[in-house]
């Protein structure tokens, strides 16, 4: 049996073929496209048309490679959402997750109900871009004439199928589903003016969506296709196709954000949770991932986007390896590198606030970058061991960061965990894993991964000696201390 797993990240999209051959999950590449948000009437947004018509684009490449049945899973980043009319017409732009209109909603939300509160509710970290002050801060004239609020994977789905559901793993990091009545909360919902009417029925990865519309299969040459429902956000995708086993094994899923944290079968919302402000975002199959959400490698794509891609990542990778290590250290976490302007200006402006060196050439700035996400890392390796009470002994890097060597090793020094890198598809597997396991070829989520363990390639990193943590730490904090952060 063919499935096809639809991958929509911050910069790019594919649609990705698996299968199981002679007991292995064996990948294709279908198609691939460029994605990113753009400038509309001064906000931030996303083409979510080019994204579907990509979509359709794949699969009607797929057709002609002679796959003429098949099911498809989609999953995209998290957050942002659509406003859809009585008609189920789109009533604006996908305004991105990056836009300034938030930047001081979240202070405005606290003021009217205690960040505590809002934790208890949902165990959600605080992150100015939630939906939760999306929704605040929006149209309140647009929210009078909105008939339903969509989830950008699920407005996918429903424009291939015409089906409108609410993924509750995406629904989690709205930060306004309800821990307990596991619902959204009422209260939340009166806050952002809007009702739960409004939010199509909740439903479960592994979930039969429907049949692709006849309308598309007369635009395109498309394959027949059952739509499931997987892990829409592609976080808990990730972690699906990470290939842990047992219960000492915690996860960096590495790209344009880097999420650190446990798998966990219940959330873990206490006080200690709330000041350190981990999330517990919604998983498959019963689990809730407990984790931080750390910048990630923005900041070296930015860097890279800003010296107009002279250097691809691997030659950055390259450059920094051979630049002086830990010589300069930048709070990763800081609201300054959500969006600014420009990255490499940014970086070099809180050098010189900080009193560093400020870094030139492309090489330092990679590498400052890279020593401080792993400095971070470790920071929150040990957070999250306090946090969930054991101790961690792995630590899968997965996502298009387990390709960096010198930042897995680095992450490996500090932490003084066995790092395991790999797969780099570990979203696209994930999402697959779900639509086999909803197909009957694989009874549950430990007998995938096993499949996965056994069909891709990681990268083990050993920690090395000769590196002093306690005073990298100690700089770090004092440095990033200094600034707003996370």
């Known amino acids: ?43 931030c947004v996303w083409d979510i048309d080019h994204i579907f018509t990509n979509i359709l684009i ?36 996908v305004v991105s997750y990056r836009d300034k209109r938030t930047d001081y909603a979240m202070e405005e939300v606290l003021a009217k109900v205690p960040a505590a509160d809002i934790y208890e509710k949902t165990g959600i970290q605080f992150l100015q871009f939630n939906s939760l002050y999306q929704l605040y801060v929006e149209d309140v004239a647009l929210k009078k004439r909105v008939d339903a609020v969509m989830m950008v994977p699920d407005y ?24 307990h ?64 086993t047992g219960d000492d094994w915690a996860f960096l899923s590495s790209g344009t954000w880097s999420l650190l944290g446990a798998e966990l079968p219940n959330p873990i ?16 199959y019963n689990t809730f991932r407990f984790l931080k959400n750390i910048m990630g490698l923005w900041l070296i794509q930015e860097v890279a986007r800003m010296q107009n891609y002279a250097y691809s990542y691997a030659e950055l990778a390259e450059l920094a390896a051979g ?63 306090a946090l969930i009470g054991k101790e961690v002994r792995h630590l899968h890097i997965i996502g298009g960061g387990s390709n960096i060597a010198i930042l897995n090793q680095l992450t490996a020094d500090l932490t003084g965990i066995t790092v395991h890198a790999g797969p780099t598809e570990a979203t696209g597997l994930g999402n697959l894993a779900v639509q086999m396991i909803a197909s009957g070829e694989a009874k549950d989520i430990a007998e995938v991964r ?37």
């Open 269 to 284: 919302n206490s006080e200690v949770a709330f000041e350190a402000n981990y999330t517990n975002e919604w998983g498959a």
């Open 1 to 43: 049996m063919k499935h096809v797993a639809v991958d929509v990240g911050a910069s790019s999209g594919r649609l990705l073929m698996g299968e199981l051959v002679s007991g292995k999950m064996e990948l294709t590449e279908i198609h691939r496209f460029q994605n990113g948000f753009t400038e509309v009437d001064n906000q």
């Open 323 to 385: 630049e002086e290590a830990f010589s300069i250290l930048i709070g990763v976490d800081d609201y300054r590198f959500l969006n600014p302007t420009d990255m490499i200006a940014e970086i070099q402006a809180y050098c010189m606030e900080t009193g560093q060196p400020i870094p030139e050439t492309p090489g330092r700035l990679a590498r400052a970058i890279y020593d401080s996400l792993a400095v971070q890392y470790a920071i929150q390796v040990e957070q999250l061991q």
């Open 181 to 244: 009545t596991k619902q959204f909360d009422e209260d939340l919902l009166h806050l952002v003016q809007l009702d739960a009417e409004q939010f199509s029925r909740f439903v479960n990865p592994g979930e039969l969506l429907g049949k692709v519309s006849r309308k598309w299969h007369e635009q395109y040459d498309l394959p027949d296709c059952d739509v499931i429902v997987v892990a829409t956000h592609d976080t808990a995708s990730a972690v699906l196709g990470a290939p842990g």
């Open 450 to 486: 096993a499949l996965i363990r056994n069909s891709t390639k990681v990268t083990t990193y050993v920690p090395s000696n000769g590196v002093n943590m306690a005073e990298i730490r100690a700089r770090y904090k004092n440095i990033s201390g200094k600034q707003e952060a996370f």
């Open 156 to 179: 996918l789905g429903y424009l291939l199928t015409g089906v409108g559901v609410t993924e509750v793993t995406n629904a989690s990091s709205t930060q306004m589903l309800n821990l």
């Open 58 to 93: 794949g699969l009607e490449k797929l057709k002609k490679t002679g796959v003429t049945s098949c099911t498809l899973g989609i999953d995209t980043w998290a957050v942002d959402y659509c406003l859809l009319d009585k008609e189920g017409k789109r009533l604006h732009e």
